[in-house]
């Protein structure tokens, strides 16, 4: 398709600004010195707002979102964005609020932060909350930069190391070389769990913490967490919560009561707010007592009935970000949180089990489950060896489940388990959408054994074929050029 | 209330298919010490009841729908095309995860390649990246950028002038890296960016330096011809980084053009709203030959099998996923959404509207400044002095009484007139930031006026 770029029509007519330089103004060129102004032109398209509209609309055409269809991406979460949580956030006092506007103006947003933060702090089962951190990483470096900054509290300079779980996501180890650990990987059983030994092994006085997922990457839940978590606190360490898989056990389970130091949520999986095709996100961290005093600023406050803003925490690890997190993300969940309540919260958690229970036992008659444990809100499964025989893999089964309209899983992750393909279809996925689902994955594996080449060949209906990776990497081209 | 879609009696199945009885017993397997005990929450809502409760909370909010807002400092309240608006809305984009699958995410993928070219054409700069989190992080991954392209993990020299948010967001992830961070500020407590101090100091670090980070146009609006201190910059052997405002870009000649090698900052101004700080949108954009340097998420151009035009996530070998511990940066989730909204209002606007209303904020920002400068000295009159240096739409202005009180007594007239600058630093309790966009009308700019006249 057409850049946008290549529609340029030089010279369309601006519809947005007067032409006039206000009454009694200076024009731009008299204020600017020459040496400042720009005097190049930009390759900024020149088009009509309808060509515009007409340009983003084709490009709708060639992309899937969770409004479009099934999204069994595992890990990632792809629930339903409610609209009301878009419709309440594009409220001109939650969109047009400053965000260095005096706290008496923004009494509304205020409060609903403060009651986020409670009501997150109850999910949890930690005893306070930031809602500062931007994403999930940015949860897990705030996270890190609190554990770093207890130890050296109590004079402890020598723990370099942070141990992360051979199948843990790479944010884990990426953030922890940011704030200048060590990364130690450590083992997992056959099973899929953590190898208590292997953890006693690794941990010791130079040990700062743990990175965990509970479900952990595989989907499944570390039972040993209290042993695990007694065993690290022994060693002085500390243990920190990846959220990626919180909505497994929201309000069913809480990692506070596992005995987590440290937790981050993605609000972007478990609250609903949209994932935006990338971005933005929010990554709200929760702490037990003992690390609430370095915690990041701001933070929201409560004086009687009135809500304010404050910097006054004097061994906070200082700021993290420009203004109070993704406020109006947070609204989202704020939004999600009130329409669930302390009843619905835990239906969630529960239909988001069922769900995957559901589908595994579908599909675990046609594909190869590697683990026996049971599941939670996501599972593994891989080609079958037959499949396998015929050429047919991972890669494949999923660029297919695009010809029967599927957005397809998670492939190649957790790096553990060969083959992967880690399926999570969310508790907002009704029966009729699983039951399509699981007919169409059967179709695939039947045309793997008696056609592989059309498994092997897809997708055959996307509005591009398998692109070319390579020389995207080789021939490196980010940007249109006219000079061309 | 949820949005679980399950009848009673397909639950019944599924549950049978799965050959456990009740719901709880998909839990059997947790230990009873980690079981939630009942949530200390209020009670689920229908969509009727929750929309009257979140409108309840907005009626408490006064904003910029209601205020007229003078109040900039990192966070603009510009014009936004209702096209942008409603673009935004296609749930093709926004409710689509992080395009891994290229087949079917060619539409934010092409989005995101033609946003990297707006980005990286706006800073003068060869390339640009898919976005970051906001202006203090893009700030930080910059600098981040500069110390592994240099090696130089000793010192990092940064303009006092720059955002005091940033530059405590970058204070932050400088320590937790044992990497010293020097903040020259203006000279004799003025607005410019001390550029004569940070080159001195740039010529005395030797092997040490990574990069010095400016601000252009700086927190105060200051703006400087940033080319022979660039030049400085590069013969101490270290990169020069700008923390930009790209808004600006469209009449000020951008720092890529001024020898800035990493151009960083917060891009929330070009059709984001002001949403109270986020989600706003990071940006960093650099010479050709930092692009392995670059953190997060690149979209490059390519084919498909059959040789049509294609677009993928490249050089994805920086990024975590893949390299782990040895990543560029830890970053995953950016701000593709907002970025969107940015490539929707730069199209909207194009290369007319984008200088027209660059334009429009100097003229009024001048406008003000130079009205107030007129009220500077009369009797009754709030306005010490208004000082002179070259800006774009954000000046200081210096007041009899301490800002905050000014600030307040304007506030009660439905402006929101600016930022007391004592709440950064105590010496400037009687100054006040104050920014003008193109959305401020001639009412306004003489309402402010005529408050300030009397206050």
């Keep these: ?484 | 209330m949820t949005y679980i879609p399950h009848t009673e009696a397909e639950r019944s199945e599924m549950l049978k298919a799965v050959g456990v009885a009740r719901l709880e017993d998909l839990f059997a397997h947790l230990p009873e010490a980690v079981r939630s005990p009942a949530l200390d929450a209020p009670p689920g809502l229908g969509e009727m009841e929750l929309s009257a409760e979140l409108e309840r909370l907005a009626s408490k909010n006064r904003a910029s729908n209601e205020l007229a807002c003078f109040l900039g400092a990192g966070a603009y309240d510009h014009f936004i095309p209702p096209a942008v608006m409603e673009l935004i809305s296609r749930g093709e984009l926004y409710t689509a995860y992080t395009p891994y699958q290229p087949e079917i995410s060619q539409g934010v993928l092409q989005l995101i390649y033609e946003y990297q070219t707006m980005i990286a054409t706006l800073a003068g700069c060869d390339v640009a990246n898919a976005s970051l989190y906001d202006g203090a992080t893009a700030l930080v991954e910059g600098v981040q950028m500069a110390l592994r392209q240099t090696g130089r993990m000793g010192l990092v020299l940064a303009d006092g002038a720059i955002h005091p948010h940033y530059l405590a967001t970058l204070r932050t992830n400088l320590t937790a890296m044992g990497v010293k961070l020097e903040v020259v500020p203006p000279d004799g407590g003025g607005f410019e960016s001390a550029l004569g101090a940070l080159g001195e100091k740039a010529a005395a670090a030797g092997d040490a330096l990574a990069c010095v980070a400016v601000g252009y146009p700086n927190f105060y609006g200051a703006v400087a011809d940033l080319s022979k201190f660039a030049e400085l910059v590069h013969g101490a052997g270290a990169l020069l980084v700008a923390s930009s405002n790209p808004f600006a870009f469209g009449v000020l000649k951008p720092p890529g053009k001024l020898g800035a090698d990493i151009v960083c900052g917060e891009a929330q101004a070009l059709g984001v709203p002001l949403q109270y700080g986020g989600p706003y949108l990071g940006y960093v954009a650099s010479t050709a030959a930092l692009v392995r340097r670059m953190p997060g998420r690149l979209v490059g151009q390519t084919v498909d099998v059959q040789g049509r035009r294609a677009f993928t996530l490249t050089l994805q070998a920086r990024e975590q996923h893949i390299r782990r511990e040895k990543a560029t940066s830890n970053i995953c989730t950016n701000e593709a959404l907002c970025a969107m909204m940015a490539h929707f209002y730069m199209s909207c606007l194009g290369q007319r509207g984008l200088e027209r209303a660059g334009e429009l904020c100097l003229s009024k920002a001048d406008l003000l400044r130079r009205r107030l400068r007129g009220l500077a000295g009369t009797s009754g009159a709030a306005i010490k002095d208004v000082p002179e240096y070259a800006a774009f739409h954000e000046f200081v202005v210096e007041t009899r009484r301490p800002a905050r009180e000014v600030l307040a007594g304007l506030l009660k007239k439905k402006i929101l007139g600016g930022l007391d600058l004592g709440r950064y630093d105590p010496k400037r309790a009687h100054e006040m930031l104050v920014c003008v966009t193109e959305k401020r009308t001639a009412a306004e700019i003489e309402a402010y006026v005529e408050a300030l006249a009397v206050l």
């Design chain 1, 1 to 484: 398709m057409e850049l946008i770029f290549e529609k340029n029509r030089p010279g369309a007519p601006d519809i947005y600004f007067p032409d006039e330089t206000p009454a009694g103004a200076r024009r731009a060129d008299e204020i600017v010195p020459d040496a400042l102004r720009r005097n190049e032109t930009l390759d900024l398209p020149s088009l009509s707002e309808l060509e515009v509209v007409r340009h983003v609309l084709a490009l709708c055409r060639r992309q899937v979102g969770i409004d479009s269809t099934f999204y069994p991406l595992g890990s990632c979460t792809m629930k339903y964005n409610p609209k009301i949580n878009e419709a309440v956030a594009r409220w001109p006092q939650y969109a047009s609020l400053h965000p260095l506007a005096p706290d008496e103006t923004a009494q509304g947003t205020l409060q609903a932060l403060y009651e986020l933060e409670r009501g997150l702090a109850q999910v949890t089962g930690m005893d306070e909350i930031t809602l500062n951190p931007l994403a999930g990483a940015h949860g897990e470096l705030t996270g890190l930069l609190l554990i770093k900054a207890w130890h050296e509290s109590r004079g402890d300079a020598k723990r370099r190391k942070i141990l992360v779980p051979d199948a843990a996501h790479g944010t884990n180890p990426a953030s922890a070389a940011i704030v200048g650990y060590e990364v130690v990987t450590i083992p997992g059983t056959p099973e899929g769990l953590v190898d208590l030994k292997g953890l006693e092994a690794a941990l010791g006085d130079d040990v700062a913490g743990l990175m965990l997922t509970n479900p952990n990457t595989l989907g499944l839940f570390e039972r040993d967490i209290v042993k695990i978590a007694k065993l690290v606190h022994d060693a002085g360490g500390q243990l920190y919560y990846d959220g990626a898989n919180l909505n497994a056990i929201l309000g069913v389970a809480r990692p506070g009561d596992m005995g987590f130091d440290v937790v981050h949520m993605n609000l972007h999986k478990t609250f609903s707010t949209p994932h935006g095709g990338g971005g933005p996100g929010a990554g709200p961290v929760g702490v037990k007592k003992h690390l609430r005093e370095f915690l990041p600023i701001p933070f929201v406050r409560k004086d009687g009935e009135r809500y304010g803003t404050s910097e006054e925490r004097p061994k906070t690890i200082g700021r993290i970000g420009g203004f109070y997190g993704n406020a109006n993300v947070l609204v989202r969940a704020y939004t999600y949180f009130r329409k669930h309540g302390r009843d619905g919260l835990p239906k969630v958690g529960q239909h988001a089990v069922l769900n995957a229970a559901y589908v595994l036992a579908k599909l675990q008659k046609t594909y190869t489950r590697p683990l026996g444990l049971p599941c939670m809100h996501e599972f593994i499964i891989q080609p079958t060896e037959e499949m396998l025989a015929k050429g047919v893999r991972t890669l494949h089964i999923a660029k297919r489940l695009i010809d029967y309209g599927y957005h397809p899983p998670t492939i190649y992750f957790p790096l553990v388990v060969k083959e992967a393909m880690m399926i999570e279809p969310t508790e907002t996925e009704s029966k009729a959408t699983l039951d399509g689902f699981v007919e169409a994955m059967e179709k695939i594996a039947k045309e793997a054994l008696e056609n592989p080449e059309l498994v092997i060949g897809a997708p055959h209906s996307s509005p591009v074929g398998k692109v070319d990776e390579t020389k995207a990497a080789r021939q490196l081209d980010l940007r249109f050029c006219a000079c061309e």
